[in-house]
């Protein structure tokens, strides 16, 4: 099968479009012939092997598993002999071991079917995103019907998510981006959308701020909560010995000290969260928002657009 390997850590030049093996899949296994598959920041941090830290999980001097990409949707190849939830010609989505390839193995509970409404380039567009904007809301945040909630990087991956489950949530949502992303966040359903380059959030009140671009210091985002209000850390690229791990870490160890609760994200999902997810999509709830597609030779470029922060919402390889 075709499929993006590396061998190596580094830039996009280590990404070969090339020949490999099709996995053989365990008993408690599927395997996806992949229609879609989508970018997301951890596919720049596992291709380039920083934070170093992700080195401990993933291989010390090479990658482990050559081939990138996780968020995938497609139609059921094969399944082990104890899967008997799905069977061959089963369209599904959820998180693979190695999606940027025709086909790919996961474990059975990482799958749920598609539902109808949603392309296979739409269904690839959920999972690791809006995995961690639900959790973030829901599980860190505590977010509550009426809350002002401020999403900053309202127009990334995460983001597009955030603005939108906020709404469903009954948040009262206000996102800020650049400029460039100023309409397309209106667009998600944000009830005000903040221009970074010319407004100055802290002016403003919120119960609830998720950071997603995660640049500025706590204690300048914290200006902008209210006075029993919620911080969650979502995201930040800070060096590349522990990376956005730093911002978690301040979080928590400040967290006891101060009035506000403040809160760090290492956000797992399973196949529960995939299930609401899933079901809000299907119910045109919430709609993944798919910038740009790529073919699967097309990777390289479709990594370098992402990690730009040029992508309004998702990036998605067509396979
Ligand atoms: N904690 C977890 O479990 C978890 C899970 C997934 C991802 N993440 C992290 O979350 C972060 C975002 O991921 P993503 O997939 O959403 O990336 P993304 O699609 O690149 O989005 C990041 C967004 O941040 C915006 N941004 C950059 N500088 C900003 C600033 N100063 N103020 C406000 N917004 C700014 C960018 O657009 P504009 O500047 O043009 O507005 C961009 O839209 C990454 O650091 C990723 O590693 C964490």
Same mark, same amino acid.
């Given at each position: ?21 099709? *996995? ?12 879609? +598959? ?15 830290l992700?080195?401990? &999980? @993933? ?12 968020? +995938? *949707? &497609? ?6 002999? %104890? ?10 989505f959820? $998180?693979?071991?190695? #999606? ?8 059975? $509970?990482?799958?749920?079917?598609k539902?109808? %409404? ?5 269904? #690839? *567009? ?9 959790? +973030?809301l829901?599980?860190? &945040? ?6 002002r ?19 469903? @949530?009954?948040?009262d ?14 667009g ?14 802290t ?6 701020i ?8 706590? %204690? ?17 690229? =800070?060096?590349?010995?522990?990376? &956005? ?24 999902? %399973? ?9 809000? #999509? ?25 990690? +730009?922060?040029?992508? =309004?919402?998702?990036?998605v390889?067509?396979?």
């Open positions: 099968m075709k499929a993006i390997v590396q061998h190596t850590y580094g830039g996009t030049d280590v990404l070969e479009f090339t020949e490999a093996p099709v *996995a053989r899949i365990k008993p408690d296994e599927v395997l996806v012939q992949v229609r879609a +598959a989508a970018v997301d920041a951890g596919v720049w941090h596992l291709m380039t092997g920083t934070p170093y992700l080195r401990l &999980g @993933f291989g010390l001097t090479r990658p482990r598993k050559p081939i990138r990409g996780m968020d +995938a *949707a &497609g139609t059921v190849a094969a399944v082990g002999a %104890n899967v008997t939830t799905f069977e061959p010609g089963d369209d599904v959820g $998180t693979c071991d190695g #999606a940027f390839a025709e086909y790919a193995p996961t474990h059975h $509970t990482k799958l749920i079917r539902p109808q %409404n949603l392309t296979f380039e739409q269904a #690839a *567009a959920i999972p690791i995103s809006a995995f961690t904007a639900l959790a +973030a829901r599980d860190k &945040g505590e977010i509550k019907a009426r809350q909630v401020l999403v900053i990087g309202a127009g990334g991956g995460v983001g597009s998510y955030a603005v939108q489950l906020a709404k469903v @949530f009954g948040a949502v206000t996102g800020l981006c650049s400029t460039s992303k100023v309409e397309f966040v209106r998600l359903g944000a009830d005000e959308v903040l221009d970074y380059t010319k407004d100055d959030f002016r403003d009140e919120f119960d609830l998720l950071d997603i671009a995660g640049n500025r210091p706590i %204690n300048h985002v914290r200006t902008a909560l209210s006075a029993r209000g919620t911080l969650v850390i979502v995201g930040g690229e =800070r060096g590349k010995v522990i990376g &956005g791990t730093s911002g978690l870490l301040k979080a928590t160890l400040l967290n006891p000290f101060v009035k506000h609760t403040l809160r760090g994200l290492i956000s797992l999902g %399973n196949k529960e969260d995939l299930a609401v997810l899933g079901e809000l #999509a299907g119910a045109g709830k919430i709609t993944p928002a798919v910038d740009r597609t790529y073919p699967l030779s097309e990777v390289p470029e479709a990594i370098t657009y992402v990690q +730009a922060g040029r992508a =309004r919402g998702k990036v390889i067509t396979v």
